[in-house]
């Protein structure tokens, strides 16, 4: 399979942990961003990675959310201290052009 | 501020007829648009785009329509199959250089067979 992977695919964690997510882009491609979804809703940018420079940030990014793409290749999202509010589907995509992302199939995180 | 709006949360369809799915943006700035399709626990999958310089782009059953002067974008499935039930999202971007993705809301659709 050649697609962008996620890894967990679900995650269940209680108030306060810390969770982290990892994200493999398609090969070839330099641009790695992550999204998040909620019930409803369409995607909502995070962040956007090209190579391992982290080059825009979301406000939606707060202080307790930090991503990482070391050696340009994949990347990770970490949640620290989480919230309820935090419970999501995150998804993460890459592209090689800049214009068609291609999506994995996401984490869905539950925070209890 | 919802900058991509698509004002029809579902839309039923039966099969062989066409889908239209429609979009509006307000940001004069978008000039990269696209149209992705979801299913359930999955992550969207693209499915065909369109630059601000044109106003067509066909792709097999799919067609895209821009009309900039009214800031509206269409998605036209002919003829529609029940595979094609799903959600459809649509996203904008705007000048080159700037990655982000503005998604819409969703629009599901539902063909009947």
């Known amino acids: 399979d050649t697609g962008v992977s996620q890894d967990p695919r679900h995650k269940i964690t209680k108030r306060g942990q810390n969770v982290t997510f990892r994200c493999d882009p398609i090969s070839e491609h330099n641009r790695l961003y992550w999204y998040r979804q909620t019930l409803g809703q369409g995607p909502e940018f995070l962040t956007y990675f090209q190579n391992e420079a982290q080059l825009e940030k979301s406000r939606l990014l707060s202080d307790r959310f930090s991503a990482e793409r070391p050696k340009g290749s994949f990347s990770t999202l970490e949640i620290q201290r989480t919230e309820q509010g935090d419970s999501a589907m995150y998804l993460c995509?890459?592209?090689?052009?800049?214009?068609?992302?291609?999506f994995g199939q996401g984490t869905r995180l539950t925070v209890v | 501020d919802q900058q991509v709006k698509q004002n029809s949360p579902s839309l039923s369809v039966q099969e062989g007829r066409i889908s239209i799915l429609n979009c509006d943006y307000t940001n004069s700035m978008f000039d990269y648009f696209l149209w992705y399709k979801k299913y359930p626990a999955e992550g969207p999958t693209f499915l065909i785009s369109?630059?601000?310089?044109?106003d067509k782009n066909e792709d097999g059953r799919f067609t895209v329509f821009l009309n900039k002067s009214a800031k509206h974008l269409s998605l036209h499935i002919v003829p529609s199959q029940p595979g094609d039930s799903a959600v459809y999202f649509c996203a904008a971007r705007e000048n080159f250089g700037n990655e982000k993705l503005t998604f819409g809301t969703g629009t599901r659709l539902t063909i009947i067979p």
């Open positions: 995509a890459s592209s090689f052009t800049g214009n068609e992302a291609f």
């Open positions: 369109i630059s601000s310089i044109k």
